[in-house]
């Protein structure tokens, strides 16, 4: 991925890039959309056509022809949906935003009600923005962020790029690999009711056969699933009872079904072991303890499935004092200097976000192409892997290049020739997407489920 955001000829022989145009940013945001989302689809592409049953790990393995078009991907790194005679709901709760401190800008993320509650609770206001706004400016913003967080809310001070590779956090994350990755031997370990080793993928669906267990919310995770299903993947999300994402939930379930389960009760952890048992892949963004006090942690899901992929998802990284801290794209853009850099480079008085939340989007496809690597690990080498991805290590991929003094032309306004044709019934109502940015020889890239709302399934595998 670095090589493709490095420039924008593509280093792949087999990737080609089509479209022109960039979305405005101080950081090259349309290549890096473009470059993480050929990323995964040349993992899938290897994936097919390698020689002799290697899986495309072989050195002559042959890959078909992959194109990413730029114009797309940038579309696809806002938000793909498009209802017909509905309107989506807004991304933001009505506290969620920037506000001005008393020395600085801090970001109150408040989208989870327990979330907003914590804000509320330390400011010591009733939910009504204008009275947040007067209190959050008598606070010192790292003071605030620090109430916020240890009240179980989430929040972050605008710091400069400098002040983040100063922070301990900012040089932590600035140590660890972009993606951790450990391998398994299954081989030892008692089989599961899977039989993985005579799963083959088909040309036109190359995941066909493969299930990924999706335990992931916001946007990351959700992004990597929907990939998958793309190709074939059947995917199963669970959620908590009563959880709902209705800014997002639409944009990110395409493909998937959808079903809840309770594990603070018995029985939901029960159904959850059998299904990690009958999966090949499993993808989740809990926090690094949050498994483990529910009896699910790493080693115990390698013991009821040695060969299983186990991919995960942090905000702050995995080392650190904030290894453990909540967050989001929106936050981690504050944090580590992305959001100051923008507004540097406007000119503006407050801070400037990127085009949409490109952290998430790019880590969702840089997860999808670890597990579709692992996956190839397993089926010549016999093991299974863990790989571990972070918001904060993958937003310092973006800020080690800027945009260049003579940057691409803007993007061209949508047109109707950018959506599918094909209407999709969803269970909010009509919609269109953004054609796929991604294409490959003799691959079409399908999802053979229309977006569904969440609890609509049943928990266990078709």
């Known amino acids: 991925m670095r090589q493709a955001v490095d420039a924008q000829a593509p280093a792949n022989p087999n990737l080609?890039?089509?479209?022109?145009?960039?979305?405005?940013?101080?950081?090259?945001?349309?290549?890096?959309?473009?470059?993480?989302?050929a990323t995964a689809t040349l993992a899938v592409a290897g994936l097919t056509t390698g020689a002799a049953g290697d899986y495309g790990l072989g050195a002559n393995a042959a890959c078909p022809q992959v194109n990413v078009d730029r114009r797309l991907a940038s579309f696809w790194f806002q938000t793909s949906l498009r209802p017909q005679g509905w309107s989506s709901p807004p991304l933001w709760d009505p506290i969620a935003g920037d506000y001005p401190t008393a020395d600085g800008w801090i970001r109150l993320h408040t989208n989870a009600p327990h979330h907003r509650a914590a804000a509320l609770a330390v400011l010591g206001v009733e939910a009504q923005r204008e009275a947040v706004a007067r209190v959050v400016a008598t606070w010192?913003?790292?003071?605030?962020?620090?109430?916020?967080?240890?009240?179980?809310?989430?929040?972050?001070?605008?710091?400069?790029?400098?002040?983040?590779?100063?922070?301990?956090?900012?040089?932590?994350?600035?140590?660890e690999p972009l993606l951790h990755w450990e391998t398994f031997d299954a081989g030892s370990?008692?089989?599961?009711?899977?039989?993985?080793?005579?799963?083959?993928?088909?040309?036109e669906r190359p995941l066909s056969g493969i299930r990924v267990l999706d335990l992931t919310r916001i946007l990351a995770g959700p992004t990597a699933t929907r990939f998958l299903a793309g190709f074939?993947?059947?995917?199963?999300?669970?959620?908590?009872?009563?959880?709902?994402?209705?800014?997002?939930?639409?944009?990110?379930?395409?493909?998937?079904?959808?079903?809840?389960?309770?594990?603070?009760?018995?029985?939901?952890?029960?159904?959850?072991?059998?299904?990690?048992?009958?999966?090949?892949?499993?993808?989740?963004?809990?926090?690094p303890d949050a498994l483990e006090h529910l009896g699910l942690g790493a080693a115990r899901r390698r013991e009821l499935n040695p060969s299983l992929i186990d991919v995960s998802l942090d905000a702050y990284g995995w080392q650190g004092p904030w290894h453990t801290r909540r967050g989001f794209d929106s936050l981690v853009q504050m944090s580590a200097g992305i959001a100051d850099a923008g507004m540097r480079a406007a000119g503006a008085q407050r801070p400037v976000p990127l085009p949409g939340q490109g952290i998430d989007y790019a880590t969702g496809y840089l997860m999808a192409a670890a597990a579709v690597h692992a996956l190839a690990l397993r089926q010549?080498?016999?093991?299974?892997?863990t790989v571990r991805a972070s918001l904060a290590r993958t937003a310092r991929l973006l800020v080690t290049h800027r945009t260049p003094e003579n940057p691409p032309s803007p993007l061209a306004e949508e047109t109707p020739d950018d959506l599918s044709s094909r209407i999709e019934d969803t269970s909010w109502g009509p919609v269109r997407r953004v054609a796929t940015p991604m294409s490959m020889t003799g691959t079409p890239v399908d999802w053979a489920l229309p977006a569904m709302a969440l609890g609509t399934a049943t928990p266990m595998w078709a």
């Open 140 to 175: 010192q913003a790292d003071a605030l962020e620090t109430a916020v967080v240890a009240q179980g809310g989430c929040a972050a001070a605008m710091r400069s790029l400098a002040q983040w590779d100063a922070h301990p956090q900012g040089g932590a994350v600035a140590t």
């Open 232 to 287: 074939g993947a059947q995917v199963l999300r669970i959620d908590p009872p009563n959880w709902d994402e209705p800014g997002t939930v639409p944009e990110v379930v395409l493909g998937k079904r959808c079903a809840r389960l309770d594990l603070k009760q018995p029985q939901g952890r029960a159904t959850l072991e059998g299904l990690l048992r009958d999966a090949d892949i499993v993808v989740h963004g809990y926090r």
């Open 189 to 203: 370990a008692p089989d599961t009711r899977r039989n993985t080793g005579t799963w083959t993928p088909l040309r």
């Open 16 to 37: 080609t890039i089509s479209g022109s145009g960039a979305l405005p940013c101080v950081f090259p945001y349309t290549d890096f959309a473009t470059s993480a989302i």
């Open 380 to 385: 010549t080498q016999g093991v299974g892997a």
